[in-house]
């Protein structure tokens, strides 16, 4: 492996915290960790994120977006506890009836336990600091 060229090797899919990058400072081949390089950077990178859409159920924390419908009144959501330094976005992109609503239940909240959503636009931006849910932003929802 000590001679193999970095253009030979096998390219990864997947990074976790413990993985290693190789580094050329000073003249010296080193090791950085992934947590090490990422927590050294003042702002979260924005890479192509990923997001889902859901017409009922459990959002995903592992994505940034998710894009619920309020499709029928009552339509019922729910965010699991995260953990600190996690964000969310939710966005309502579809309304379908005359009076929709979609409630979404937040397990770990700071100051609310639900948000309503009910028409196309309204959106919340959730900060998970130490382990609870933050509202840091909103438009038109109703947070109870």
């Known amino acids: 492996m000590a001679d193999s060229k970095v253009s030979s090797l096998v390219p990864a899919t997947v990074l976790g915290a413990g993985d290693y990058l190789l580094l050329v400072q000073g003249g010296n081949s080193i090791k950085l960790d992934i947590q090490t390089l990422f927590g050294k950077i003042p702002v979260r990178p924005v ?18 977006t998710s894009k619920i419908r309020a499709i029928t009144a009552g339509v019922a959501y729910t965010l699991a506890a995260g953990t600190h330094g996690m964000e969310k976005v939710i966005v309502c992109s579809v309304a379908d009836v005359t009076t929709p609503s979609a409630v979404l239940t937040v397990s770990s909240p700071a100051g609310y336990s639900t948000i309503t959503f009910n028409a196309v636009g309204d959106s919340v931006h959730l900060k998970n600091i130490d382990g609870l849910w933050y509202v840091v932003g909103t438009n038109s929802v109703v947070l109870a």
């Open 47 to 64: 890479v192509l994120e990923a997001s889902e859409t859901i017409l009922s159920g459990v959002l995903a924390t592992n994505l940034l």
